[in-house]
């Protein structure tokens, strides 16, 4: 199992949900880490509680919608901490409803958040880890990265787009030393429905399926992950089980989940 104490490691969307508890991980497992994020006061919060609990963090306040400001970024944390050992990729976006409800903005912005911020980060850090034969990339996805959901179809494009982005990456980087995690949970409770206006009534009736899981277990993956090498974890089991089998059959899945109401979202389309 690998040992991650004293690496590097930089979080991005840090300041609260998935990304904080990951964070608070990291440091926990004895990480330096460098939390990413929109400037703000619970930016600030965030790495001021991990040092309160004995663990070192700083925080860096970054536009990661803004490609250049993240390459920015970078250097300004490699100059702080050393080299980065650890790239988290958690920062995300992205609204659920038909694609003529959407403005421009909402229809492009996953786009950019995560899958133009998590490529541009990759393409700037691998290769030095790559170089130094060390160093783990953890991506984070969503079941909307499986499967072609309705009526969130940016969202989806861009769930998959790190789902291929990861794996692919995994196999360009697994004889070099580093590693590469996919990591996907079903639901976790951060209130990113409400802080996207994402309507979770156009999501299909079949998540409810799945129980509602915590940051802290989504963290608790991501430090498994790394450890262990993994190149890809999806949970809880009963989501694992209906990805996998969705991608040995998926028109039967469909049929099979259209056949009993499950598809389609519970909001009607007007």
Same mark, same amino acid.
């Given at each position: ?19 904080? &508890? %990951? =964070?608070?991980?990291? @440091?926990? !497992?004895?990480?330096?880490? +460098? ?7 619970? #930016? ?73 911020? &998590? %490529? =541009?980060?990759?393409? @700037?850090? !691998?290769?030095?880890?790559? +170089? ?7 991506? #984070? ?130």
């Amino acid at each position: 199992m690998k040992n991650i104490s004293g690496w590097n490691a930089v979080v991005t969307g840090a300041s609260s949900g998935i990304g904080k &508890a %990951i =964070a608070e991980a990291l @440091a926990k !497992a004895g990480c330096q880490v +460098a939390l990413i994020a929109r400037p703000s006061e619970r #930016l600030e919060d965030a790495a001021e509680s991990i040092r309160q609990s004995g663990g070192t963090a700083q925080a860096f306040g970054c536009d990661l919608g803004d490609t250049d400001q993240l390459l920015a970024t970078l250097p300004n944390i490699e100059a702080s901490l050393g080299p980065i050992d650890i790239l988290v990729n958690n920062v995300g976006s992205g609204t659920f409803k038909p694609m003529h409800h959407m403005s421009a903005e909402e229809a492009t912005a996953p786009v950019q958040l995560p899958f133009k911020a &998590a %490529i =541009a980060a990759c393409q @700037a850090l !691998a290769p030095k880890m790559r +170089a130094r034969k060390r160093g783990h990339i953890v991506n #984070l996805t969503s079941p909307a990265g499986y499967f072609p959901l309705p009526y969130m179809v940016p969202y989806t494009a861009a769930r998959y787009a790190m789902v291929g982005m990861s794996l692919a990456l995994y196999e360009e980087l697994v004889r070099e030393g580093v590693g590469v995690s996919l990591i996907c949970p079903a639901q976790v409770n951060t209130g990113y429905f409400e802080r996207e206006d994402a309507d979770l009534d156009w999501y299909p009736k079949i998540s409810k399926m799945f129980p509602v899981l915590e940051p802290q277990d989504v963290a608790d993956k991501v430090i498994l992950a790394i450890r262990k090498n993994k190149r890809e974890m999806i949970f809880p089991f009963v989501l694992w089980a209906f990805i996998r089998g969705f991608q040995k059959a998926p028109g039967l899945s469909l049929a099979v989940l259209k056949a009993l109401g499950l598809w389609y979202p519970s909001k009607r389309l007007s």
